[in-house]
């Protein structure tokens, strides 16, 4: 039987650690062989490199680790899921046609790439034609987004089962563990329950990484992917951070990193010998955050109750739309779904806009911000529909509609308007409007 050691330096198999947790990473078996310390990383590994075929993860029988260490006790436990090539992904489950083919969703550039596609350079933000031509035989779609929010949905419901202190993202989630082994057993057990349900109940394939804090739990997934689970006992973070590019703190983008590496830095732990002073002088404020990250420690923390940013829902019409009467239908429907999805989140949101596409491609937008009134829809729908009717300046057909609830609040944290109807249903909605048409 092999057996391939999950180097967190790449799990490419090359290298054991001190502190590291081996995992059978063969179509076999993924059984981890057991830890070698308390600071250690685990895992279940990934398929090996590029001869990797199917839906991402397929490859590997998931079987919990045998050992997955000491219980995480009263450490702080954050657990980021991450979705392997989300809007590939999708498009292979609800084509089974397209499984082991090369698939790109976007229009101009990638936004998503399957792994078949990745196997040959195709990556997300690769132009179209550069795509094509590095891969002749690539499935190109256009993808449809409130498609991927209902998947992306189901697997954050799941998620939330764990933990209602979750934040989520398009693709990925943070997930607050901390204090939640009574309730769950073993996190590290309790995690890969939820990546096998995932993978059962959605089809989809996630990559996992549990740490004590956010940066570090999204590097472990990183070492994990993809449809690989990793983790890090407490107190490997200084050590673990420290092999790490500088590329990979947060804050430190590609200027940030050139800089560094014209002063022959390229590791974390290089930036360490930099003084607070000096960091400062370098990034600003910036400068004494990346002092904490280079060290393995995170200053953001994960709120007890996360809002998302917006809540989005939109539709396209198979043939272009004129009837105002039609248009205003399917606005209010969507108004109502965005409306009860903010309920849902017991938010209150802070401005509404409308989007929409003309036959012709050209996008428009535009919003207004709402003072008081809650998530109600009929009060909501009179201010998008003031929207779409100050939008419609051209006779064209619209091809697609959305709508976006924004700056979402916790009840009462919004301004009360003492004076008004508690919302902007009057307009000139163009006048009261947030950005204006876009």
């Known amino acids: 039987m092999e057996s391939r050691m999950c180097d967190v330096r790449g799990l490419n198999g090359s290298a054991r650690i001190p502190g590291m947790q081996g995992a059978n990473g063969s179509a076999r078996s993924s059984d981890a062989q057991g830890s070698n310390g308390p600071h250690g990383i685990g895992g279940m590994c990934p398929p090996r490199g590029a001869g990797f075929r199917g839906t991402p993860g397929s490859a590997v029988r998931r079987r919990l680790p045998l050992s997955p260490g000491p219980h995480w006790g009263d450490h702080p436990a954050i657990l980021h899921l991450d979705i392997d090539a989300f809007f590939a992904s999708v498009e292979q489950l609800r084509h089974p046609a397209l499984g082991n083919r ?130 890090l006992r407490p107190g490997g973070e200084f050590a673990f951070v420290g092999r790490r590019a500088v590329e990979e703190l947060p804050g430190v983008g590609p200027r940030r990193a050139a800089l560094l590496r014209e002063m022959g830095i390229e590791r974390s732990a290089e930036v360490r010998r930099l003084s607070h002073a000096q960091l400062r002088d370098l990034f600003g404020e910036l400068g004494l955050a990346i002092a904490a990250r280079a060290r393995g420690r995170e200053t953001r923390v994960l709120e007890a109750r996360e809002l998302p940013r917006s809540i989005r829902r939109e539709t396209s019409f198979d043939e272009p739309q004129t009837d105002r009467v039609a248009l205003e239908g399917m606005l209010h429907y969507l108004v109502e779904r965005s409306a009860a999805q903010a309920r849902r989140l017991a938010a209150e949101p802070g401005a509404v806009r409308v989007h929409l596409r003309w036959a012709d491609g050209d996008r428009v937008s535009r919003g207004v911000r709402l003072v008081g009134g809650g998530a109600v829809t009929e009060k909501l729908f009179s201010s998008a529909r003031l929207l779409l009717r100050s939008l419609r300046t051209r006779r064209a057909g619209i091809r697609n509609l959305g709508v976006e609830l924004s700056s979402l609040q916790a009840p009462g944290e919004l301004q009360i308007d003492l004076f008004g109807d508690g919302h902007a249903a009057d307009a000139g909605a163009a006048g009261a409007a947030v950005g204006g048409a876009a």
């Open 102 to 231: 090369p698939v790109a969703v976007g229009s101009g550039v990638v936004a998503s790439a399957s792994y078949e596609a990745r196997a040959c350079g195709v990556r997300a933000g690769t132009p179209l034609h550069e795509a094509r031509r590095l891969c002749p035989d690539l499935v190109m779609l256009a993808g449809h987004a409130p498609t991927y929010r209902a998947f992306a949905e189901q697997v954050f419901a799941l998620a939330a089962e764990l933990s209602p202190n979750l934040e989520t993202y398009l693709d990925d989630a943070l997930v607050d563990l901390s204090g939640t082994e009574r309730l769950h057993g073993h996190l590290v057990r309790a995690a890969a329950r939820l990546q096998r349900r995932i993978r059962t109940e959605t089809g989809l394939s996630v990559s996992l990484g549990l740490a004590t804090n956010r940066m570090v739990a999204r590097m472990v997934t990183r070492q994990a992917k993809p449809g690989g689970f990793a983790w």
